[in-house]
């Protein structure tokens, strides 16, 4: 409370929030620089990196976009995010309704082993995953990885659902019945219209998980036309052992930043999914 | 009569187990087909010879596991992942812990600073990772050019980040805690939130300064979410292979190697499914303590 | 020297946000038990948060003991607050959430353990120095909550609507353990709350605050009987005094004194009476009507009555108001007036 305190507290507040946001958004920051710097700046030790030593360029956006596969990877992934949605949609919602309403306790315990199918990674399931594809024709198929995507987007979504039918009364739908309409009926016709916001952040959800994979795209997709962005970048935009840091760095960025946009908006619904109730 | 018809309607509509079990099916045959069936198939061909391009197999015992047990890079990989997973999780939980603090009063542009800081979690982590092999590249590096410029080294002698093992080892841990920090710290700012603001009101006017008031109330007080925290950044960072794929593809001499890099340098690129197999297998019992630990925290906070 | 003491103690709120305060000047009187009663909204919380220094007043003094403490934080003000939600922690076991003040303060440890005990002891909770807070019933809570409040020996008490919690039946009880507690340790303490009931039964004096002023300071029958204004004179009393706006003044009469003429003696005003409903409460009843002949503006007029047998629903009947149970008050101040002779037209 006292005044010097006060100022010392506020000192101290504003010294954290910097370094930490320095260093966590710092690679971000280096991205842009990079993605518009030009090469004999890029690649002059010499020169202060911070700083642009030459004329700013478009270059490495004109390589990425004309020279690259970039947006055939962009358009795959938009391909099998929407995809994939839908599969998680169609699977998830009917059975999260289904548990959080029509199972009771059972249906709790069933929830969280569900949900415990989530905490299985990729790394433990992409050797047998690979034979199960190449047995089913599907190597370096999009199909593959539209196949397989929804066993982890699947439980997730059934929880963070199940949360969000959870808070509907149940009043509303026994309202409904007694007005005439079927158990599945007031499903269809009341719970879903006014769980529009919980599907969203599923759908949202869904779609930056499916940009974030990275093991089954590295495992079952080899040619290069037939890459997703957080594969493609990373692999096919390095030649042999040429960088192309430029490019490299703008495809992060153009790739990152419109993910990360969609995320933030419906953090604090993905965290309630995270907290498990262990938030009260 | 109205009223006792539409009664009868509604628990007899509301007990249909039939219809309840025709909506969770197809989901749980999916994730069972999914991620169940891989799951034995992999234990199934950790005992196998199976090899990519051959479609015969032979039971081999634990052949498999013996050959990997005696392999150096295996003893190196399950120890990189235990210290990687470890040494993360601790700079996360401080780091986050304090920055979960800061992030709890408002101020002016905290919206953008929230976005800001979240970008290593939301932002797709392979690109994140190349952004950080550009960070330390090996004569490129930023971090090289600022040592260089403070005379800490001499140009051109400043240390290969990405080359020399041990440095390799602090570059992937840098990187898993950056990328983990703020999860962990949305994730306690969360449970900070969630605690009625009269308790720390109240050990302020009981005495307790800032210190004791995070230490003796305020943190024992989330041990259910910090937990979670904890539980989560675990399985994210012992399972991952993103990170020491882009970063050093398991090199130097496989001194960066974990145990999912390992399986998939060896099952995929090796084509040695059957030892790829085994390798994997030894991220389950790890799994199964945390998951174990999970359910622990769920059960709790179902009591409480 | 009073205990507690502010001087225009202001506290400025951004626009929409409830809770300002206006310029307060209040002294405390050693020992005794002061309510601060108002709405919600009113600012009574946020008095008792700036004299625990957990709110920071925009200007104005706050003195404990004589000195000023407004840039003392809570720890050094020698206060004891009891919150609303009583705020114990939930992971301590009784024994350590008393023991928590004696820690926080650095007390000498072998000192703890008999300064704990004096503190459950004197609030019955012996038995209960084991459990953790969520295994006690709300009354058990509200004992713990005391007796980490009182452990530190603290120079004043702070309640902010411990009794909010409880429901109805214990209120009543726990309200007499909290009267019985402060006389027997005869800490000045600072009551919050809204309800009048509690005020009326509890305080020494009752400070009364609507929108972040102070309308009345004085004893229960003081605030009741002589109220200094209209708000006072309605936020007071179930149903309210019974006001009426006649020319340049407001008449006020409670509803008690307003009585069939035949039961009313001296001198008084009578008027005709249409009785509109009637609602029995037990040991009293609730008459309430328009005077007849457009009196009183056709305003809607209240009876509190001991019996109403013999009145009917739609009948009328002479009623009366002794003259000295008159209240006058300003009509554009709002503000009592001496009495005054008034037509009743």
């Not at chain 2, 590096?141 to 290969?160: Q, R």
Request: charge should be positive.
């Amino acid at each position: 409370m006292r005044l010097s305190r006060r100022i010392w507290g506020k000192v101290v507040h504003v010294l954290v929030i910097t370094v930490f946001t320095v260093l966590l958004a710092f690679p971000f920051y280096w991205m842009v620089i990079t993605s518009f710097k030009q090469n004999v700046d890029l690649y002059t030790m010499e020169n202060n990196p911070f700083v642009f030593n030459a004329k700013p360029t478009l270059d490495h956006l004109k390589f990425l976009f004309t020279e690259t596969r970039f947006v055939r990877w962009l358009a795959n992934t938009t391909f099998v995010g929407i995809v994939v949605v839908a599969i998680t949609l169609v699977l998830a919602v009917p059975a999260a309704y289904s548990l959080a309403r029509l199972s009771g306790r059972w249906g709790e315990r069933l929830g969280i082993a569900i949900f415990l199918t989530y905490l299985v990674p990729q790394t433990l399931l992409f050797i047998p995953l690979s034979r199960v594809v190449a047995y089913l024709g599907l190597q370096d198929s999009l199909w593959a990885l539209i196949l397989v995507y929804p066993s982890f987007t699947v439980p997730f979504s059934i929880w963070l659902l199940m949360g969000f039918f959870k808070s509907i009364p149940k009043e509303l739908e026994d309202a409904a019945m007694v007005d005439g309409l079927t158990r599945f009926g007031a499903f269809a016709k009341m719970v879903i219209p006014i769980s529009t916001s919980g599907i969203l952040t599923v759908v949202i959800f869904t779609f930056t998980l499916v940009t974030q994979e990275f093991v089954y795209a590295l495992t079952f997709i080899s040619s290069e036309s037939n890459q997703m962005i957080g594969t493609g970048i990373p692999i096919f935009l390095v030649r042999g052992d040429v960088y192309y840091w430029g490019a490299l760095m703008a495809a992060c960025l153009i790739a990152s930043l419109p993910i990360a946009f969609l995320y933030n908006l419906f953090l604090d619904r993905f965290i309630a999914g995270f907290t498990v109730g262990a938030v009260k | 009569m109205a009223i006792g018809r539409a009664k009868i309607k509604s628990v007899g509509a509301a007990q249909s187990p039939l219809l309840g079990a025709a909506m969770f099916t197809p989901a749980v045959l999916y994730i069972l087909l999914l991620v169940a069936g891989p799951f034995f198939l992999a234990i199934f061909y950790a005992f196998s010879d199976a090899r990519i391009g051959n479609t015969e197999m032979h039971y081999v015992g634990l052949e498999n596991f013996r050959s990997i047990l005696k392999s150096p890079s295996f003893r190196i990989a399950i120890r990189n992942s235990f210290i990687f997973t470890i040494c993360s999780q601790i700079v996360v939980i401080v780091g986050a812990n304090i920055l979960a603090i800061a992030l709890e009063k408002t101020f002016r542009g905290r919206g953008f600073i929230r976005f800001l800081i979240l970008l290593p979690w939301v932002a797709p982590i392979a690109l994140g990772a190349i952004g950080w092999k550009w960070i330390l590249d090996s004569i490129y590096s930023v971090i090289s050019w600022v040592l260089v410029a403070l005379h800490f080294y001499k140009p051109f002698n400043a240390p290969m980040w990405l080359g020399e093992p041990h440095l390799a080892i602090a570059s992937v841990l840098l990187v898993h805690s950056w990328r983990l920090m703020p999860f962990s710290t949305v994730i306690l700012l969360a449970g900070r939130t969630a605690i009625p603001k009269d308790i720390p009101e109240a050990a302020a006017v009981d005495g307790a300064g800032f210190w004791r008031t995070q230490f003796q109330i305020i943190i024992p007080m989330m041990r259910p979410i910090l937990s979670v925290a904890v539980l989560f950044g675990l399985i994210f960072t012992f399972t991952d292979m993103t990170v020491v794929y882009i970063l050093t593809a398991g090199g130097p001499f496989d001194s960066t190697q974990t145990l999912p890099s390992l399986a998939f340098a060896m099952g995929i690129q090796g084509s040695d499914l059957a030892a790829g197999a085994a390798i994997s297998l030894f991220l389950v019992p790890l799994l199964i303590i945390i998951a174990y630990f999970m359910l622990r925290v769920a059960h709790r906070a179902e009591v409480n | 020297m009073a205990v507690v003491e502010t001087r225009s103690l202001t506290k400025v709120f951004k626009e929409g946000e409830l809770g300002a305060v206006n310029s307060v000047n209040l002294e405390t009187r050693e020992g005794e038990f002061l309510v601060f009663l108002g709405p919600s909204g009113s600012g009574k919380t946020t008095l008792l948060r700036m004299i625990a220094g957990l709110e920071t007043p925009t200007s104005g003094e706050i003195l404990i003991g004589g000195r000023v403490v407004n840039e003392l934080s809570p720890r050094d003000r020698r206060i004891a607050m009891v919150f609303q939600s009583y705020a114990l922690y939930p992971h301590l076991s009784v024994y350590k959430n008393i023991a928590f003040p004696l820690k926080a303060q650095k007390v000498k440890k072998d000192l703890h353990k008999q300064k704990v005990e004096w503190a459950a002891s004197l609030l019955g909770i012996g038995a209960l120095l084991d459990r953790k807070p969520r295994e006690l019933s709300g009354g058990e809570r509200q004992r713990v909550a005391l007796a980490r409040a009182i452990v530190r020996e603290p120079a004043v008490f702070l309640l902010d609507e411990p009794l909010s919690n409880l429901d109805a039946k214990l209120r009543a009880s726990a309200r007499e353990e909290l009267e019985r507690f402060h006389r027997r340790v005869g800490t000045t303490t600072i009551y919050v709350t809204h309800d009048q009931v509690e005020a009326m039964a509890m305080g020494d004096r009752v400070l009364v605050l609507n929108k972040g002023v102070v309308h009345q300071l004085g004893t229960p029958t003081e605030v009741y009987d002589n109220p200094a204004d209209t708000f006072v004179a309605t936020f007071l009393g179930s149903p309210p005094m019974n006001l009426a706006e006649l020319s340049d003044v407001i008449v006020g009469f409670r509803p008690e004194h307003f009585r069939p003429v035949s039961s009313v003696n001296g001198e008084a005003v009578a008027f005709r009476f249409k009785v509109e409903n009637i609602e029995y409460l037990g040991s009293e009843w609730i008459v309430s009507g328009t005077p007849a002949s457009g009196k009183l503006g056709g305003q809607k007029v209240f009876s509190r009555l001991n019996s109403a047998q013999d009145l009917s629903l739609g009948g009328t009947y002479d009623f009366a108001v002794p003259q000295r149970e008159l209240k006058f008050f300003d009509r554009s101040t709002e503000k009592r007036v001496e009495p005054k002779v008034v037509s009743w037209q």
